[in-house]
């Protein structure tokens, strides 16, 4: 088994559509809805990265009243 078996999709073949580099803005256009819905599909969220967005969504959730 070589690594690029390892995920769903191979990354070896994936094309970005937004050369990597994500943007927070509203999304107008069918291509930026696209490319929004790629940016969350393709999202990997590990390690202490992952606790610190955990922090900050439990905390922005439960401020929300």
């Given at each position: 088994m070589n690594l690029g078996e390892l995920f769903t999709t191979n990354p070896k073949t994936l094309e970005l559509l937004n050369n990597g580099v994500a943007f927070v803005?509203?999304?107008?256009?069918?291509?930026?809805?696209?490319?929004?819905?790629?940016?969350?599909?393709?999202f990997v969220c590990e390690g202490e990265y992952s606790k610190g967005l955990e922090k900050i969504l439990r905390t922005y959730i439960g401020n929300l009243d």
């Open positions: 803005k509203d999304v107008v256009t069918p291509e930026e809805l696209k490319t929004l819905r790629f940016e969350l599909k393709t």
